[in-house]
């Protein structure tokens, strides 16, 4: 039942969830970057407010997953969903609380028009791109490209 002790539910993110992220991802990289995710919570609310969400589990927010709908952006016109960052608290996982999270953001890209959702994952992060790929998404024909900035150049010629 939402809200009881023993109770799990899924919420749009607000503000005030700001120093539960902050302590989520602390345990889980062992980082205290407050003002990172002041800057992004910030940035996610003010571009598509209702898309973002929490878990909470016995009235705590043990959760968070942080995304936006976009159009226009790489030459896609057709609106998609992205899905940014996100992090359950260690004692919290195996619960369904991801996939629920991811299903609430979804519904929201559909209502607003997306066909698809995409993301970026590191393949070398078995554990995220594990559970991506239990969500059902998959390789994309889009291919994200790189250079690094500071490394010594390289011969082009
Ligand atoms: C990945 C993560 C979000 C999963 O959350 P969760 O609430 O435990 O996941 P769920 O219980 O909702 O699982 C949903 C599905 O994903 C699968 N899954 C979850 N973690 C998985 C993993 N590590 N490998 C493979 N599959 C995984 C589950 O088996 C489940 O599939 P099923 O429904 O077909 O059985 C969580 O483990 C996490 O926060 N990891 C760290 C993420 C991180 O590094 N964030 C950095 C800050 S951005």
């Known amino acids: 039942m939402p809200g009881t002790e023993t109770g799990t539910r899924i919420r749009p993110l607000d503000e005030l969830d700001i120093d539960a992220i902050v302590r989520i991802?602390?345990?889980?990289?062992?980082?205290?970057?407050?003002?990172?995710?002041?800057?992004?919570?910030?940035?996610?609310l003010r571009r598509d407010p209702g898309a973002s969400q929490v878990a909470e589990a016995g009235g705590k927010v043990v959760g968070f997953m942080l995304g936006?709908?976009?159009?226009?952006?790489?030459g896609l016109?057709?609106?998609?969903?992205?899905?940014?960052?996100?992090?359950?608290?260690?004692?919290?996982?195996?619960?369904?609380?991801?996939?629920?999270?991811?299903?609430?953001?979804?519904?929201h890209f559909q209502a607003g028009g997306a066909r698809s959702v995409r993301t970026l994952v590191d393949r070398k992060?078995?554990?995220v791109a594990g559970f991506l790929r239990a969500l059902g998404l998959s390789p994309?024909?889009?291919?994200?490209?790189?250079?690094r900035l500071d490394a010594k150049p390289t011969e082009s010629r």
């Open 25 to 44: 991802d602390e345990r889980i990289s062992g980082i205290y970057r407050p003002e990172i995710w002041e800057q992004r919570v910030g940035f996610y």
């Open 125 to 127: 992060d078995e554990g």
């Open 77 to 107: 016109e057709e609106p998609s969903g992205w899905i940014e960052r996100f992090g359950i608290d260690p004692d919290q996982r195996g619960k369904d609380l991801g996939r629920q999270m991811f299903a609430a953001m979804v519904a």
């Open 140 to 147: 994309s024909p889009l291919e994200a490209l790189e250079m």
């Open 68 to 74: 936006d709908l976009r159009a226009g952006e790489f």
